[in-house]
């Protein structure tokens, strides 16, 4: 019976000192662990990212952030980002999407945050690259070139789900509504609302 109560006391020690939030695993320290732990690193993934920016280094150069590989552990996280134009009460506006699949075979997705702009008759050009690499964050980032005036922006979501768009500089907690509309004026300076 002394020897039972001891596993006890042992098993409870050690899963008290797994990192966990709410009763679930906290994938910040697995993060962290995979980043400091070289064995747990997919150098395969590392190597194809390699290729890839290389091949592709002028391509990448639009977005506001320089893209680098850099090693990761391996993951399964699929993550989407798309684009709509649509009208509503005689203005153009267009919708860029972030977000996830619950897995790789899913036909359901989640929109972590979206960024809308009113384009109307103006000349657009957009570009988005949503990054898979920093799971279990989302990342994305893109240029939304308008012939007035041109925007960069970054996205970012935690795995606690707080997220954020930062639009010219211009910060966005999206605890406050997951739709960014920007309002492009004539003089470089932009106006906003977020739902």
Do not use: C
Request: no cysteine; glycine share 4%; aromatic share 14%.
């Amino acid at each position: 019976m002394k020897k039972n109560r001891l596993i006890l006391l042992n098993l409870s020690l050690f899963l008290m000192l797994i990192p966990s939030v709410n009763g679930q695993v906290d994938t910040n320290q697995l993060t962290k662990d995979s980043l400091t732990n070289e064995a747990g690193w997919d150098l395969k993934l590392y190597q194809q990212d390699l290729e890839t920016y290389d091949k592709f280094k002028t391509e990448l150069a639009v977005y506001p952030l320089t893209l680098s590989a850099f090693p990761v552990k391996n993951y399964d996280y699929a993550v989407l980002s798309t684009s709509a134009t649509f009208d509503e009460n005689r203005h153009t506006y267009i919708r860029l999407n972030i977000g996830d699949y619950p897995d790789f075979n899913s036909d359901s997705s989640r929109i972590a945050g979206s960024l809308i702009f009113q384009i109307d008759e103006l000349k657009t050009n957009e570009n988005t690259f949503v990054q898979s690499r920093n799971w279990p964050y989302l990342t994305a980032q893109g240029t939304f070139q308008v012939d007035i005036h041109p925007f960069d922006w970054v996205f970012l979501e935690t795995p606690d789900k707080n997220a954020y768009f930062m639009v010219n500089m211009k910060l966005f907690d999206l605890k406050q509504g997951k739709q960014v509309v920007i309002f492009p004026n004539p003089d470089g300076s932009f106006t906003y609302k977020q739902y």
